[in-house]
């Protein structure tokens, strides 16, 4: 099992730029592929960005791409989202994900992952 704890959301204007971070803790954090979501109220939890095991494949949603960068640090345990040029509409909170992978994939649904933080808000002001 793997406990995610994820840090720095916060507040900021629209063109603005904020960091994620998502610290893992328990089994080896490179046998696991990651993601980060998102969630509006009364909205499903939606993919943001994802990332296989060794950090060598990523993908994004429409959304966000060349906005949003997912990274990972295998060797300190952390993922990261960094976001830039922010809208409105990003304002979310924002979940970190995890699942064990053997191989070199990541995935794009909520419903595959398999171990979520609790979640960071991000708002984001016009």
């Known amino acids: 099992q793997v406990q995610l704890v994820e840090s720095g959301g916060g507040s900021v204007q629209a063109g603005g730029s904020l960091g994620l971070s998502c610290a893992a803790s328990g089994r080896t954090f490179s046998s696991y592929a990651m993601g980060w979501f998102r969630q509006d109220p009364g909205k499903e939890r939606a993919i943001v960005a994802t990332i296989n095991n060794i950090g060598d494949m990523t993908d994004y949603a429409d959304s966000v791409k060349g906005r949003f960068t997912i990274s990972r640090d295998n060797a300190k345990n952390i993922l990261y989202l960094q976001m830039n040029s922010l809208r409105p509409e990003d304002t979310a909170v924002y979940y970190c994900?995890?699942?064990?992978?053997?191989?070199?994939?990541?995935?794009?649904?909520?419903?595959?992952?398999?171990?979520w933080g609790k979640g960071t808000l991000v708002t984001v002001s016009s």
């Open positions: 994900a995890a699942r064990y992978s053997a191989g070199r994939i990541y995935y794009t649904r909520a419903n595959d992952m398999r171990y």
